[in-house]
């Protein structure tokens, strides 16, 4: 009864937070739901352990059953929300924001996500925790550090997506993730395939035989002819890799070069751009859980039930990528229109109020 009962406020409370447009608190789902579950049924749930990545897993592995494939997606990529006014924790600190090329003050979590044709979902995340402190040699100056780095997070994550058996045929990630330790991790580890993009300046041989003689050479010294592929290898990866570039514009209107490489030998300059291109739909995942699932929205200062509500806000975002997929309609257009429907409610309360004109003094 009490697991029933924990289900029940488990469900209204992520659904509150598809709806909200403003803070989320327990007391405010309290009201919303007439008094009928105390603020502290709710705080004690958020702050008890019940929201995990475990519990990700288990609200979305129904959905995800039905679409996955054996060739399909998993990405791995992190994000951060700012939370500058939140007092600081080890989980709500300062993290390195490579799209500000600063530091920030925020949440920064890691997702696992598969991606289809249809958009993104997290099966496994793990937050970023700094939970020590350390003096930086050079500076002396004091500064939070995590227990296990970005890379061995997405070892973890890898580790756990397998380990529940989601089929996929490729693993990707951008540069930040690209290290030689990660891409043995996948191909022997997992026995999967990836396709990564990959920092100009990193060093490759164009034969074995170079491999074996120690001559490597830059990326981005390379004359890569457009739309072609070539054969390189790294110095501590015991396999070949593909090697791609893609030339884009910047948002500015400077030219950018994108390096991509594969460890599938099979594939065309064609599949690998159109594989590497399903690793965008994750930054759809970011934006709508952060704009729709109310996930900087709780003024909590409690670490375990921030850390909760985040939790609980994923799952919300897998009730809007089900919803999308069963009725067709994006989240943004979902969350204007209970939004819309909220609004002429209160419109129409407002009306019974106002039987009198406001300003009709006489």
């Not at 227990?147 to 397998?162: D, V």
Request: proline share 2%.
């Amino acid at each position: 009864m009490k697991k029933e009962s924990e289900n029940q406020i488990e469900d209204l409370y992520t659904d509150y937070l598809m709806v909200s447009t403003g803070p989320c608190t327990a007391t405010g789902l309290s009201n919303l739901s007439g008094g009928t579950i105390s603020h502290d049924k709710i705080t004690r749930l958020l702050n008890s352990e019940r929201f995990t990545s475990k519990e990700v897993w288990e609200k979305v592995k129904p959905f995800l059953r039905e679409i996955e494939h054996s060739r399909g997606c998993l990405t791995i990529d992190d994000s951060i929300q700012e939370k500058p006014y939140t007092d600081e924790s080890a989980l709500i600190c300062l993290h390195f924001d490579h799209t500000k090329n600063k530091s920030v003050k925020g949440v920064n979590f890691v997702s696992a996500s598969y991606c289809y044709e249809g958009g993104s979902l997290p099966v496994a995340v793990e937050f970023v925790r700094k939970s020590y402190m350390l003096a930086d040699k050079k500076t002396g100056k004091v500064k939070r550090k995590s227990e296990k780095n970005k890379n061995r997070i997405y070892r973890g994550l890898l580790k756990i997506a397998t380990g529940n058996g989601i089929k996929f045929g490729y693993v990707l990630n951008d540069i930040w993730y690209s290290s030689a330790e990660n891409m043995m991790y996948v191909k022997h580890d997992i026995r999967a395939n990836f396709v990564m993009a990959i920092k100009g300046n990193r060093k490759v041989a164009l034969s074995h035989e170079d491999k074996l003689k120690g001559k490597y050479v830059k990326i981005e010294a390379l004359e890569l002819e457009p739309c072609s592929i070539l054969q390189v290898w790294f110095k501590q990866v015991d396999f070949p890799v593909l090697l791609t570039s893609q030339v884009f514009k910047n948002g500015d209107g400077s030219q950018g070069i994108l390096y991509l490489v594969s460890s599938d030998l099979s594939l065309t300059y064609e599949q690998i751009t159109a594989i590497y291109q399903k690793r965008w739909k994750v930054e759809e995942y970011h934006k709508s859980v952060k704009s729709n699932a109310s996930f900087a929205k709780s003024p909590t200062k409690v670490e375990n039930t921030q850390l909760g509500h985040f939790y609980a806000s994923i799952i919300a975002y897998i009730k809007y990528e089900v919803l999308k997929f069963r009725h067709g309609n994006n989240h943004f257009a979902m969350k204007t229109a209970l939004y819309m429907i909220a609004l002429k409610a209160a419109y129409e309360q407002l009306k019974q109020y106002d039987t009198i004109p406001i300003f009709q003094f006489a």
